[in-house]
Nanobody
């Protein structure tokens, strides 16, 4: 499956952005999906994940209550709504797919989008 992420940009602290990820394959609906991010000088980390049907989700503690992941299998898209953004959310965000129905482990993700830059100014 090929993934195309979009929606990044520059926003002031406290603002919102919505990231979207479109999958090329109709089989995407059977895949768990995740959003990762990598800040300069830091390792890539899992921000949020959703199961194949959206019934199970994961959020890193740093984004709980501010970010919401959702998916529309009919359209083959996964979104990440980011509210109350903070400067520490600044990073390149990647959407990814795993052949598992759900995963919180980066090494189980095997398809990656190109990344979209999110910059939050203070």
């Amino acid at each position: 499956v090929q993934l195309q992420a979009s929606g990044g940009g520059l926003v002031q602290a406290g603002g919102s952005l919505r990231l979207s990820c479109a999958a090329s394959s109709r089989s995407q609906k059977w895949y768990g999906m995740g959003w990762f991010r990598q800040a300069p000088g830091k390792d890539r980390e899992l921000v949020s994940a959703t199961s194949w049907n959206g019934g199970r989700t994961y959020y890193d503690d740093s984004v709980k209550g501010r970010f919401t992941i959702s998916r529309d299998n009919a359209k083959g898209t996964v979104s990440l709504q980011m509210n109350s953004l903070k400067p520490e959310d600044t990073a390149v965000y990647y959407c990814s797919a795993t052949r598992r129905l759900y995963s919180e482990y980066e090494n189980e993700y095997n398809a990656w989008g190109q990344g979209t830059q999110v910059t939050v100014s203070s």
